[in-house]
């Protein structure tokens, strides 16, 4: 069992930066992977980026976010996070972290976070 929990977030101006956090309590196995979904008001939560645990860093991301957010681990600490610049209205939404047993780019994940509001202004 693992628990997720997310900070970090908060308002902001478009343009501006954020970085997230999710800390991750219990057992991590180097095939996991950790992921950051989010979920704007009325919309379906969608995909943002993941990360394998371990060994490699090999990432994934949305094409939404390519080339503004970036997504890092520390395996010492348990944590990822998740450093947004450039940051547009169309970026708010509930940032949620999750977990995959089954590994990166796999699509399914486990454990999940409650999730930190992230608000852009414009």
């Known amino acids: 069992q693992v628990q997720l929990v997310e900070s970090g977030g908060q308002l902001v101006q478009a343009g501006g930066s954020l970085r997230l956090s999710c800390a991750a309590s219990?057992?991590?196995?180097?095939?996991?992977?950790m992921g950051w979904f989010r979920q704007a008001p009325g919309k379906e939560r969608e995909f943002v980026a993941a990360?394998?645990?371990?060994?490699?860093?090999?990432?994934l991301y949305a094409d939404s976010v390519k080339g503004r957010f970036t997504i890092s681990r520390d395996n010492a600490k348990n944590t990822v996070y998740l450093q947004m610049n450039s940051l547009k209205p169309e970026d708010t939404a509930v940032y949620y972290c999750?977990?995959?047993?089954?590994?990166?780019?796999?699509?399914?994940?486990?454990?999940w976070g409650q999730g930190t509001q992230v608000t852009v202004s414009s």
């Open positions: 999750a977990v995959s047993k089954y590994g990166l780019g796999k699509g399914m994940y486990d454990y």
């Open positions: 219990g057992r991590m196995f180097s095939n996991y992977a």
């Open positions: 990360i394998k645990w371990y060994p490699s860093s090999s990432t």
